[in-house]
């Protein structure tokens, strides 16, 4: 390949990166897999003549879906061996990086949770159908599969998912203001203000792999998930920063030590008390929150 069709051909896989790793977060769950895919995907891309490839985005999108697929089914048996409960990796949606990832419910890490109870063809078959719009015929060609067996594959995907999908609340206004009380309660150990925007029936989930501190199994009941949080509150290093910011197409909490980010926090709500908590504190896991990354 010539420099000019090496240019030409980074130009093409350019316009269509954004998707790309859009389609492989929500599939791995992890920044650095999808990162790790897209890369894939160039390295294939560039060893091929662009001009002999009639429509370039389905051949980058087939080749990314395949990668993601064969990582997941290799990823499962490693999960099983993951120190309690495991979460999708957070990531920043603020502006400066919503060319990766596009702003829908897909993303949320509620759904990413989801999803990661979908055999591999499964989620791949959602992923690019319901994110993304791709017709079944495409997806046929991207997967290997028949039309007919696509078809099938993604109404048990969809059945599965809207069987154990929760209707958490939308209002941007209201999740941040929230947000907000809930950082205040945390941070000033305040037991009662916690449990004033928690839901009775409040669930707190933990990710720190083995790798910080974190319960290994959900904590359930509104007094016991206050009293967790506000014990995690107290093991935070000194001088702590909450922010609330865009984390997986919602408002989140990054909290940070100096310019590291040591946890996230997303919170789900229904009529407007938390219901859901996801906290991630696995160090691996928090590339994603870095400003700019």
Known sequence: MTEADLSEAGRVFGEHRG????????MLGRVGDAEDVVQDAWLRWSSVDPGEVADPEAYLVRVVTRVAIDRLRSAQARREE????????PVLT???????????????????????SLSPLER??????????????EIA???????????QTARRAREHVE?????????????VEVTQRFIAAAAGGDLAGLMAVLAPEVTLVSDGGGKAPAPRKAIVGLEL?????????GRMPPDPRSEIADVNGGPGIVIYSGTTPVAAVTLHLVDGAVHTIHLIS????????????
């Open 163 to 175: 069987r154990r999908r929760v209707k958490y609340d939308t209002d941007r206004a209201r999740m």
């Open 141 to 151: 060609g991207m997967v290997g599969r028949s039309e007919a067996s696509v078809r």
């Open 282 to 293: 696995n160090p691996d896991k928090l590339a994603g929150l870095v400003p700019g990354r």
């Open 124 to 137: 791949a078959v959602f992923v690019l159908h319901e994110a993304f719009g791709y017709p079944y015929t």
């Open 225 to 233: 998930v206050a009293r967790a949080l506000v014990t995690f509150a």
């Open 19 to 26: 998707r790309l790793f859009a389609i492989a977060y929500r």
């Open 94 to 116: 603020t502006p400066d990086v919503s060319e990766k990832v596009a702003f829908d419910d897909t993303v949320s890490t509620a759904v990413l949770v989801l999803l990661e």
């Open 82 to 89: 993951y120190v309690g409960p495991w979460l999708p990796e």
